[in-house]
Each structure stands twice: as structure tokens, then as C-alpha cells.
């Protein structure tokens, strides 16, 4: 799926890359996504609801370890809004070296439902493969909430995997399964 016309692509693969004006937006989308019911979650972001002022910290943190080789933000533009991003990342290990995480995947809540999502997945393929040397790109998304369906045929490929019961406590006794997905490239 190509992303709509009114859409463009922009890659952050270093801080500097992200203007103070992006990084606003991020912020935005990951609060907006977050109080939605969104599963984008960072160990020292607290439960929904979620403020700006928790939020930039984090996103701020995640800008500040981007590095060409190692991890890039790719980010959806609609005009001159965010409509949507993610992260894709490398590990240094060299057992692992070749499988990339694809990880904070958002779509601006106001702008579900046009491609975004599915738009981001196909590209990050691309970019894991072209320009990361990637050969298996994989994710993890919280059972319950239609991501195992859009994953599994998004991106122009099938992703596969498996599930791990009860693997993530979004609260006391509401355990969710963590789906687990990889693609070959």
C-alpha cells in the first residue's frame, strides 16, 4: 500500500534530525494514542491517562538515542501534521545484528482509518532492508485490540509469530497476551 498522496515519509537517524516542532507533535501523537487505549508504553510512562509533561521526558529520551545504524524514527506527515510514526532499532549484538524491532508504532487518532498504519509498516520494510541491512524485521503488540489482524497482512508481507498467555498486566487481574511477529525480508 503506498502512502495517500496528501502523505509524505520523514526519517530522524539522529536528534538534531527532529525539529522542536516535531518533537511537539510526537509528543502529542504518543499522548493522544496513549489515552486512547493505544499500547505504546515505555517502562517510565506511567498507566493512561498520560500528560505532555510525562510524555516529552520519554519521547525526549527515545529521540536522544537515535543513531543511523542503530535506530531511526520514521514519521508520517499529512501536510505539515504528524498523522503518525514508529521506531525501528538494531541491537549491536552480533547474534541478533540482522533482526530489527519495529516498536511505538502510532497513528494520530484523528487520523485512523486512512492508511497510515498499514503506509508506515510497508515503508519500515523497506528502510530494515535497504538501508539497515535488515533481514528480520519483528514486533510485539497486546493481544485484545485488533493489532494481531492489521500486523499479520500489513507491510506487504505476512508477518508471523506466536503468543505468550498472560504476558503483559495492564492491571490487577486484566492480563493480556503478547503477540510476537518477525518477517522475512
Known sequence: ???PEAHRFLQATRPDALTLGLRRQLTDCW???ANTGGAVFESDLPMPPVSAREVA???????????PERSRILIAMYGDTLAGWLVLRRDPHPLIAHVGVVNHVQTHPGFRGRGIGAALME??????????????????ARAGLGLEEFYGGSGGGRWAGGRVRCALRVAPGADRDDILM????
Do not use: H, T
Open 31 to 33: 499522548m493522544a494514542v
Open 57 to 67: 521526558p520519554v519521547a525526549d529520551r527515545l529521540i536522544a538515542g537515535l543513531e
Open 123 to 140: 515503508r519500515v520494510r523497506v528502510i530494515a532492508r535497504e538501508e539497515m541491512g535488515l533481514e528480520r524485521p519483528q514486533l510485539s
Open 1 to 3: 500500500m503506498a502512502i
Open 182 to 185: 518477525s518477517i522475512s525480508l
